[in-house]
């Protein structure tokens, strides 16, 4: 019968969630609470030599400070911190002296597998429990993985980890690649698996190794609440109340509720994490699951969109996260050049030397109609942008947002500018995408900055912001209508508030911008 023991991962891969920043009390009740559960072995962190010690963040320089957050009353747990291979130099380890933690978890990619072998076996010599994590195990053919373990064996490390890391491992593979090492592998090595819920099999696949007839030890990481980047882990709490039930495990819940009611729900009210269809699309494509969180996070594309955009990315690109990469297939798919213009210059013609009124979605927009009233005579123009506002008669609707436009109604589509990364007939005018971004990433296709830009170019006379409210941490004061909001991290919106007011008081060095809607969370003085 296979021996199974949990590791709990939530302060390391639960830190992707909130920077790390889990604050010093927390972190120790934490690892307390864990310690009480009697989960086996307990993930403190990351070591690194790449950043500043803080500590309230769980990221560590040293293993001394690493002990600061271990209870001393460690009741025969094992403690341990990951490194990623190249971010530590790992002749600043000292030699155990069984005061910190117990173990290191090398976690690498393929590329750098033998150098990471090398650097795991000097942990090895200086007394540490070496956990071999070779990331995304199905990016290995059936040959690199079998020569990998044969590489493994004459390390002998403390476990050799099955890693799914973008969570799209399916029942077969695990099988699969479990049998390869359970025959392949040392005895006395435990074999691990770490995976992600991008496809919402942690805890099935869990459940399948608890199955598996072995005598090996089983080593299965999880994390409370699931917390994780994207889609999360495994939750330890329902994974050790199954093995509780069916595998002679003997831990306690009641520890583990009480840190997901204290300490992580407040966490997952500010940037939630678990199963959504970006996570499930990278997943289906064998990618990092930073490309669907970044992507998302522009909340201007439908599932449909990113998926077109995972198809376009090149496979030796989608194992490791590339800023500059995704930001390049995102402008080149929005950047089609589909363009009706034949109106253009009538467009011009009307707004030359006019005032503008642009309404954005906020609530002010509805709540003070009455201001925007005020300001309207023969001279204004009013555009709504990326939806059609019904307070009053809009002569223009603007549309850069392929999630906006699919909830249009089609019988607006004479009033309708949109960007030409929108495929549409019969509409008023198509201008182009690429001349109306701007330089500051957040926002640079912000529908309301590319308006104004449009409008800048023309030579209009004064521009009035409406609705331009910008986004508060409470998902549903930021829309007029309910059905345009969207939950989206807390850093995200402060990202876009900063975006957007700066653009906006570049802007008004050349043209005269003022708001005529309360104040908010934009600011252009």
Not at 129 to 152: G, P, T
Not at 372 to 380: E, G, K, V
Not at 387 to 396: A, E, L, R, S, V
Request: charged share 25%; net charge negative; aromatic share 10%.
């Amino acid at each position: 019968m296979n021996l199974v023991h949990v590791l709990d991962c939530t302060l390391r891969d639960g830190g992707y969630c909130n920077q790390w920043k889990f604050g010093f009390e927390n972190t120790k009740k934490i690892t307390k609470g864990l310690v009480d559960s009697g989960i086996d072995i307990i993930e403190c962190g990351f070591i690194s030599d790449k950043v500043i010690y803080d500590k309230n963040v769980t990221k560590f320089c040293t293993i001394e400070q690493i002990a600061d957050v271990i209870p001393k009353n460690r009741n025969n747990k094992l403690f341990v911190a990951m490194m990623n291979y190249g971010e530590y130099d790992i002749n600043n380890l000292p030699v155990n002296n069984g005061c910190s933690i117990d173990g290191i978890r090398v976690a690498f990619h393929k590329k750098d597998l033998r150098e990471a072998l090398k650097i795991c076996k000097k942990i090895n010599e200086k007394g540490y429990k070496v956990f071999v994590q070779a990331m995304v195990s199905l990016c290995y053919s059936d040959e690199e993985f079998l020569e990998l373990i044969k590489l493994v064996n004459d390390l002998e490390p403390y476990a050799f980890y099955i890693v799914d890391s973008f969570g799209m491992m399916k029942n077969k593979d695990l099988i699969r690649l479990f049998y390869m090492v359970e025959y392949n592998l040392k005895k006395d090595i435990w074999i691990g698996f770490h995976s992600h819920n991008n496809m919402q099999l942690a805890y099935s696949n869990a459940q399948t190794l608890v199955g598996l007839e072995t005598n090996r030890n089983i080593l299965i990481d999880s994390s409370i609440y699931g917390m994780g980047r994207g889609a999360g882990n495994l939750n330890t709490e329902l994974f050790i109340q199954y093995l509780n039930e069916n595998s002679d495990g003997n831990y306690e819940l009641k520890p583990l509720l009480i840190v997901i009611d204290e300490i992580l729900n407040i966490f997952y009210q500010k940037n939630y994490w678990g199963y959504s269809l970006p996570n499930y699309i990278s997943a289906v494509h064998n990618a990092h699951p930073n490309y669907a969180s970044y992507l998302d996070d522009k909340k201007t594309l439908t599932v449909e969109n990113i998926n077109e955009i995972f198809d376009m990315m090149d496979s030796e690109k989608s194992l490791e996260f590339d800023k500059e990469y995704i930001e390049e297939l995102y402008m080149r798919y929005m950047n089609r050049e589909v363009i009706q213009e034949a109106r253009l210059s009538e467009f011009k013609d009307k707004i030359k030397g006019k005032r503008i009124i642009l309404i954005a979605p906020g609530r002010s927009s509805v709540e003070e109609t009455d201001k925007i009233l005020r300001c309207i005579d023969n001279n204004t123009i009013v555009i709504s942008i990326n939806h059609n506002y019904n307070q009053i008669k809009t002569d223009y609707i603007f549309i850069s947002n392929l999630r906006r436009f699919s909830s249009i109604d089609k019988d607006l589509k004479q009033k309708l500018i949109i960007t030409s990364n929108i495929s549409a007939d019969q509409i008023y005018l198509q201008v182009k995408y690429h001349d109306l971004l701007n330089d500051t990433d957040m926002v640079k296709d912000n529908a309301g900055l590319m308006c104004v830009k449009l409008l800048m170019d023309n030579d209009v006379k004064e521009i009035l912001l409406a609705g331009f409210d910008g986004y508060s941490h409470e998902t549903e004061e930021n829309y007029a209508v309910k059905d345009m909001a969207y939950i989206s991290k807390n850093a995200v919106l402060d990202a876009l508030n900063r975006g957007i007011s700066d653009v906006l008081k570049k802007f008004n060095e050349n043209v005269k911008i003022r708001l005529i809607t309360s104040e908010k969370y934009i600011h252009i003085q």
